[in-house]
């Protein structure tokens, strides 16, 4: 894809931004990770696409209501192949991009903790929709290791209780039907109204209010990128956009950027 004529000359456009930029904000999404071997959502391989009843066990009201959904949600969780999987050259691109200098804040749609994994500061990054590596108690609110958890659950625990209150346990995650963290949705629109480029990596940008980051830079008159294996709903915003697999699109793009 890189070698395509109309890519070269969109790769080519957006290196000069990003050789230009000062301040760039990110927006990743699960095109990121595909590479690292996690399947994203809404892509034609995607975890819904493919299985649409899969989306019901990331549904708040249904996990709370159906033990059976919660029993179900912590063998996916067991087998979740994040807990094998390794931060691929578009995340490690980024951690390049933060040592530079030049970036300010990483907003990223996904859960799987490998942008932190590849090595970017987590004061960096806000994890708009929360983090697997995590487990919380929908009723007292504790936090442990999801590991932890997933101990019990190999040792036969279906549906492990919160060992402090016995509420129900789930990932540290936003699923539909709970609301985002305001001060993390805060940070992430003030970033994009701050920032000089906003690249958006592997999002399809269909999910608000995150997607909103992208029209906020653009109105202050920020340089937007997108780089996504699939057109999105706001190519017509971007600057410069550019398919393929962000493996290796992303370090194409940083090539010799210093």
């Known amino acids: ?29 699960a095109g990121m990770s595909t590479a690292s071997g996690i399947p994203d959502f809404r892509g034609p391989q995607g975890v819904w696409t493919k299985n649409p009843e899969a989306e019901k066990l990331a549904t708040i009201s249904n996990y709370l209501a159906d033990p059976d959904v919660r029993a179900r949600s912590w063998q996916s969780r067991l087998h979740h192949p994040a807990w094998s999987s390794e931060p691929n050259a ?34 960096l990054v806000v994890e708009i929709h929360g983090t697997m590596r995590d487990t919380e108690c929908l009723s007292c609110g504790r936090r442990e290791p999801m590991l932890d958890t997933l101990v019990r659950v190999r040792a036969g625990e279906v549906d492990p209780p919160c060992l402090v209150c016995g509420g ?21 629109f003030a970033a994009a109204d ?65």
């Open 1 to 29: 894809m890189i070698g395509d004529a109309a890519t070269s000359v969109e790769m080519a456009i957006a290196r000069q931004l990003l050789a230009d930029a000062r301040s760039v904000v990110v927006l990743s999404g």
């Open 90 to 123: 578009g995340h490690r691109g980024l951690v390049a991009l933060e040592r530079q200098g030049r970036l300010s804040v990483l907003v990223t749609q996904n859960v799987d903790g490998l942008h932190q994994l590849a090595g970017s500061s987590a004061d």
């Open 194 to 258: 701050a920032c000089d480029l906003l690249l958006a990596l592997g999002t399809t940008l269909a999910v608000f209010p995150i997607a909103q980051m992208v029209p906020i830079a653009k109105r202050r008159g920020a340089a937007v990128i997108i780089m996504n294996a699939e057109p999105t709903q706001m190519d017509d915003l971007a600057d410069a956009t550019i398919g393929g697999d962000l493996s290796e699109t992303v370090p194409a793009l940083l090539d010799g950027l210093a």
């Open 168 to 188: 129900i346990l789930k990932s540290a995650t936003i699923s539909f039907g709970q609301s985002l963290v305001e001060a993390d949705l805060e940070r992430s």
